[in-house]
């Protein structure tokens, strides 16, 4: 399987920051990536795929990019519903999820 | 409006059976891969496997093969995740989700979650 490793584990953040998550990729996956936010006791929801294409409904403030192995999830002002644990999942093969980064209130 | 029900919680006894459910509307139920997602208390998401309904081709990741049995009842629009044996340690939350047409895509709807608690 390719492995996926998030950083960092956990952000500690204020209103309005920016906030930039990153996931590598143990091997190339071209842009086969995709970003989930889950909050507690609910189901996971994706944010971008492709590594950078917004899914509907999403708003602008939430950023993907990268490609390879190397990839970037940007938040520009974090807001208060974005306090949450955030997923990277690779699809290139089987998919695979990274371990989660916490975004929690500073 | 595409939507995946899962059913509900379940409580049982190490070394039983069980069969969860995920049923699909809105879209079309043999188009779209379906995965089913673990995540036991407090921790990350797990891959556990993925089926097309349309010819019920399942792939399931090496963690979990023979482990579990994932099927599907294209004739109900219904995906399923069984056990044979429950141990304790498959107490955790399964989602299931939709995929597009092909496994390289994005996990697009999910259903609610079904926690399974397995304790003597």
């Known amino acids: 399987d390719i492995q996926m490793t998030q950083s960092p584990s956990t952000l500690s953040a204020s209103v309005g920051d920016r906030v930039t998550i990153t996931c590598r990729a143990s091997q190339s996956i071209s842009n086969w990536l995709a970003w989930y936010q889950q909050k507690p006791g609910k189901a996971p929801k994706l944010l971008i795929y492709d590594a950078s294409s917004l899914e509907s409904g999403v708003p602008s403030r939430f950023s993907g990019s990268g490609s390879g192995t190397e990839f970037t999830l940007t938040i520009s002002s974090l807001q208060p519903d974005d306090f949450a644990t955030y997923y990277c999942?690779?699809?290139?093969?089987?998919?695979?999820f990274g371990q989660g980064t916490k975004v929690e209130i500073k | 409006e595409v939507q995946l029900v899962q059913s509900g919680a379940e409580v049982k006894k190490p070394g039983e059976s069980l069969k969860i459910s995920c049923k699909g509307s809105g879209y079309s139920f043999t188009s779209y891969w379906i995965g089913w997602v673990r995540q036991m208390p407090g921790k990350g998401l797990e891959w556990m496997g993925i089926?097309?309904?349309?010819?019920?081709?399942?792939r399931y990741s090496p963690s979990f093969q023979g482990q579990v049995t994932i099927s599907a009842d294209k004739s109900i629009s219904t995906a399923y995740l069984q056990w044979s044996r429950l141990k304790a340690s498959d107490t955790a939350m399964y989602y299931c989700?939709?995929?597009?047409?092909?496994?390289?895509?994005?996990?697009?709807?999910w259903g609610q979650g079904t926690l399974v608690t397995v304790s003597s």
């Open positions: 089926i097309y309904p349309g010819d019920s081709d399942t």
């Open positions: 989700a939709r995929l597009g047409a092909t496994v390289v895509t994005p996990w697009d709807y």
């Open positions: 999942q690779q699809s290139n093969s089987y998919p695979t």
